[in-house]
């Protein structure tokens, strides 16, 4: 069984940074992507960002680019998402995903699995 777990989330004041972490158990994940989306409650789920496993290139979504990097340590089965210059806005859940495909998507249905979500809030 896949699990996913994120840690790293918290309150920051704006202009602060953020480090999230997503571990992934249970199986090898080999090419698949890994992503990142935000969800404010009453509001779909946001691509955020998403790294293929084997090329370990980044794609980020608009509001975040400049300010947040997504990485990943094959050898531990884990991907980050370092954030930067937060803003207020940024103030979501944060969910760790699997996609099982080597082509890097940014939409949610395209994603196999689900961590629990981790609370961002940042404070003005």
């Known amino acids: 069984q896949v699990q996913l777990v994120e840690s790293g989330g918290g309150l920051v004041q704006a202009g602060g940074s953020l480090r999230l972490s997503c571990a992934a158990s249970?199986?090898?994940?080999?090419?698949?992507?890994m992503g990142w989306f935000r969800q404010v409650s009453g509001k779909e789920r946001e691509f955020v960002a998403a790294?293929?496993?084997?090329?370990?290139?980044?794609n980020y979504a608009d509001p975040v680019k400049g300010r947040f990097t997504i990485s990943r340590d094959n050898a531990k089965n884990t991907v980050y998402l370092q954030m930067n210059s937060l803003k207020p806005e940024d103030t979501a859940v944060y969910y760790c995903?699997?996609?099982?495909?080597?082509?890097?998507?940014?939409?949610?249905?395209?994603?196999?699995?689900w961590g629990q979500g981790t609370q961002v809030t940042v404070s003005s």
């Open positions: 249970g199986r090898t994940f080999g090419t698949y992507t």
């Open positions: 995903a699997v996609d099982k495909s080597i082509v890097v998507h940014t939409t949610a249905p395209s994603y196999d699995y």
């Open positions: 790294i293929s496993w084997s090329s370990g290139k980044g």
